[in-house]
């Protein structure tokens, strides 16, 4: 391994080039691509191992990200085991209209849930590569970030005892409510964020898909979704208040509202089952800038929300992950801090990119059930435009799949 350029701690504290706080795709890539460059490093995670590999999260994952996973050696089981889509559908008035984004941008959707994912990261870091992680860690506390010395303690779950990294950088990988965010100077970081003023009742069915694409329903009573999971498992959402409450919601009223908001005449009904995850999302975006202080560098869901709208979030962390890796190997290899100090300008451009795309996607599907008549009125012109348009539907394709400007990274 490389090693650190400061020098041996006393024997009380270990020292390591990279701490990464979070095992989730952010931290898990970053750890796999780092060990790869012989660049040692130290994955903390507060959750256990069972528990990340069966945590529900988003299962869209956009072309380009597969492709840099590939490149990585990181993708073996989802070439192996994803769906690919190649169009979505919009259903509005009882009607099914068909969008086939890949026939505009030559480019396509994995499907592959995250806890999938993580499994495979984690296996390919832990038991392949022998990479260091310590699951179940408790009460995180990142010190001395503003300084050339940074450093970690937690308490060892199994001894009790208080434990400290000393490293050259942190990596904040741990999600939104993490403590690497938290950790952050208030004065010294900015959170932009965006409320959209509604709630997302999240669902997942024992049900197989009861379509070959995401569907999205434009309704008056509010927005629903259909989006595969896997051949027997089914994710919907429905549009609720913010903040309300998923015991109003039992299974009859849930079916109910999903066979009204997704009906379509030429369409098959939807498959009902079981549900076994039923959770109330309050939609609203974040974006953490600059995504760096002192020797503490966010990632994914530490640095920037985005509201599962278009299946950004995870795309996006994979996204940060692969560009810090690429800085610190620079730096390791060479000194060169260039991509270091250019870490959050890189990845703000694209973090706003898919921003703006979410904002801009949101309006479409939540303006018909809005009451107010003129988001209604410029909701249904944004989709009518995308089918009489050539211009607009590739514009759309081209944020919907992720495939333009700075997005192939890898």
Known sequence: MIASPHPAPPPSEQRVPVAIIGAGPAGLTLANVLRDASVDCVVLESESREFIERRPRAGFIEEWAVRALERHGLAGGLLER???HTECEFRLGGRRHRFRYTEISGHHHFVYPQPL????LVREYA?????????????????DIDTEHPSVSYTDPGSGERRRIACDVIAGCDGARGVTRASLPPQRAHAARLDYGVGWLA?????????DCVVFGVHPHGFAAHM???????????????????????HERVWSELHERLSASDGAPLTEGRLIEKRVLDMHNYVVQPMVHGRLFLAGDAAHLVAPIAAKGMNLALYDALVLADALITYYRSGDAAGLRGYSATCLRRVWEYQEFSQWFAELLHGPSSGDPFR???ATARLRRLFDSPVAAAAFAESYIGSGGNNNRG
């Open 82 to 84: 994803a769906q690919t």
């Open 117 to 120: 994912l993580v499994t495979d």
């Open 127 to 143: 038991d392949a590569k022998g990479g260091d992680i310590r699951f179940g860690v408790l009460d995180v506390e990142l010190h």
């Open 203 to 211: 669902l997942l069915a024992e049900s197989p898909p009861s379509s």
């Open 228 to 250: 595969a999971r896997s051949p027997q498992v089914t994710r919907y959402y429905l549009q609720c208040p913010p903040g309300d409450d998923p015991q109003n919601w039992p």
């Open 376 to 378: 209604a009125g410029n």
